[in-house]
C-alpha cells in the first residue's frame, strides 16, 4: 500500500460500506488525499492541560476550539471532570475565546458547554469546514488567530487545516469509542500515520545521500 494507492482503495471501501454516513465520510477522506499536509497537525499533546499557552498566546493564537468526545470528556459522558472544569475557566481568564465544536447531537453536546461556559456547537460534521469556520467567526476571530484540539486525525485534525486553523492532536481521555471510530477511523489512522512516517524517512535519506 503506498500514497497514491490509498485513495483509491478507501473509494472501493466507501462503495461497499452500508451505512451511507460513513460512505460520505470515506469520500471525503479520498477526496482530500492529495495533500497530504492536511493530515498532519502542528502539534501533538497528551492531554487538553498540557497545552503550550504561553506558546501559542506567542503565535497569535487568541481562540481555541475544542473537540467534545475523547477530548474533553470520556464517548458519550456528561460528567466533566473537576481539573477540566478549572483548566477552562483558567483559559477564559487568561484571555483565551473558546469552544467546543462536535460532530454528536446537540442533546449531549449543548449540556457541556452550558457547564464549562462556553459556546457548543454540535452536528459538525467534521472534517466539513462550516461549523468550524461558523465558531471562529462566533468568537469575534480568524482562522488564523484560532487553533483547534481533538483527538481524531480524520476529523479534527483534518478539519482544523482544510480551515486553517493551528491543529492539535490529543490523546483520547478514554478507551471506549464510537464502533464507526475504533474499527475505521482508528484503522485509517495508523495507516495514514505508517506511510507518512514511511515517506518522511525515505525524503529524510534522499537529503543525506
Not at 460520505?24 to 499557552?53: G, Q, V, W, Y
Not at 498566546?57 to 477540566?84: K, M
Not at 477564559?92 to 467546543?100: K, M, S, T
Not at 453536546?109 to 456547537?121: F, H
Request: glycine fraction near 6%.
Amino acid at each position: 500500500m503506498n500514497w497514491r494507492i490509498l485513495p483509491r482503495s478507501i473509494i472501493i471501501i466507501a462503495k461497499r460500506i452500508r451505512s451511507e454516513k460513513h460512505a460520505l465520510f470515506l469520500t471525503c477522506i479520498a477526496a482530500n488525499m492529495k495533500k497530504e499536509s492536511l493530515f498532519r497537525a502542528d502539534l501533538h499533546i497528551h492531554h487538553i492541560r498540557e497545552l503550550p499557552l504561553d506558546l501559542l498566546w506567542q503565535q497569535g493564537i487568541r481562540g481555541l476550539l475544542f473537540d467534545l468526545d475523547n477530548t474533553v470528556t470520556a464517548w458519550r459522558s456528561l460528567e466533566v471532570a473537576e481539573e477540566t472544569r478549572c483548566f477552562f475557566a483558567a483559559l477564559q481568564q487568561r484571555g483565551f475565546r473558546v469552544a467546543i465544536v462536535s460532530n454528536s447531537d446537540r442533546a449531549r453536546v449543548a449540556p457541556v458547554g452550558e457547564l464549562l461556559d462556553v459556546l457548543a456547537l454540535s452536528g459538525a460534521g467534521k472534517p466539513s469546514v462550516r461549523t468550524i469556520l461558523h465558531a471562529c467567526d462566533q468568537l469575534g476571530l480568524s482562522p488564523g488567530q484560532t487553533a483547534f484540539v481533538g483527538d481524531q486525525l480524520l476529523t479534527d485534525i483534518l478539519g482544523a487545516n482544510r480551515a486553517g486553523l493551528t491543529s492539535i492532536l490529543t490523546d483520547v481521555v478514554h478507551p471506549k469509542e464510537f464502533w464507526g471510530t475504533r474499527y475505521l477511523s482508528r484503522w485509517l489512522e495508523r495507516l495514514i500515520h505508517a506511510l507518512l512516517l514511511r515517506k518522511d524517512k525515505r525524503t529524510e535519506a534522499k537529503s543525506n545521500s
